[in-house]
């Protein structure tokens, strides 16, 4: 079994200073990348800053013979997501890989969330995401060659209470990763994204017997895979956790096409439209008209 490396590569972990971060950085460097280890250092919620914690991972880099820098840019912006482009283009002259995984939380039911917590966690997550991505993906799309791995959740994806704010930008960079999959995709681009669940300060106290098992170093396997080279996956979701490894896909099911659709007609035949006994996995927004004009012309 040859081993995947990646010798020459250039690599941007974004929060790359603790926890899932900081282990991504370490299993790129170990395999051989140059690792901008990107993190503002500040506090769960967002708060404060010091560059220590980058600083730390860059001297664990190197003290298994890797090469890594810091950056202490914030995503948040288009100027602090230039930035950190630019820190690994005037290091390192390319660049191969991001993985997108800067967060933080502030977790409040809905009705009592205010619009600073809303704004703060928006910026990070999801506007940090496209300010980082975008200069990334155009140098990427000069060169013919990148890998992108972003950070989603099943907190998004499948809902969970007191994080209206976190899920609405952990769903929108799962659609930013199926948007530039499809713009990327014939510039040897490959858009990927993870669901993690791993034992870091963010999920302290919360994952109650799960916590030994899921170890951040578990889930940062998959995202070496998504950033080499030999990657065949391109805008998919995998939900990582501890080892375990499963896709996270979108579909349709095939639905019911009812002449004359009315309100009553939605009651009455809702267990037909929603039978996900046959299903549909559209991969784009063109795949999923033609099955609707299919399935009208039938
Ligand atoms: P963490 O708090 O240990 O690490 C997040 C890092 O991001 C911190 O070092 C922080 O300083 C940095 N950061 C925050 N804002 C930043 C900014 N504006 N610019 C640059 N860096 C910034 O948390 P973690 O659990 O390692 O989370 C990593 C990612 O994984 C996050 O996107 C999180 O939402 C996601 N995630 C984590 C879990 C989990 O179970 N831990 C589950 C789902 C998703």
Known sequence: MTSLNFDERVAIVTGAGRGLGR????????????????????????????????QAVVDEIEAIGGTAITN?????????????????LEAFGR??????????????????MDEV???????????????????????????????IVNTSSASGLFGNFGQANYGAAKAGIAGLTRVLALEGASYGIAVNAIAPIANTRMTEGILGDLTSRVSPASVSPVVAYLAHEDCKANGSIYSV???RVAKIFVAETTGSVISALTAE???DQLSAIEDAA???????????TSIIADALAN
């Open 241 to 243: 956790a501890g080892g």
């Open 117 to 147: 917590m809303i704004d703060a966690v928006i910026d990070v997550h999801l506007k940090g995401a496209l300010y980082v991505t975008q200069p990334a993906f155009t140098h990427m799309r000069e060169h013919r060659y990148g890998r």
């Open 278 to 288: 046959n299903y549909h996995e559209p991969d784009s927004l063109a795949a999923a």
């Open 95 to 112: 660049l191969d890989i991001l993985v997108n995984n800067a967060g933080i939380i502030r977790d409040k039911a809905f009705h009592k």
């Open 72 to 88: 202490h840019d914030t995503v948040s912006t288009a100027d602090g997501g230039r930035a950190i482009v630019g820190a690994a």
């Open 23 to 54: 282990s991504h950085a370490l299993e790129l460097a170990r395999r051989g990348a140059r690792v901008v280890v990107n993190d503002v250092g500040g506090s769960v919620n967002g708060e404060g800053a010091s560059v220590d914690a980058a």
């Open 265 to 267: 007609e939605v009651r």
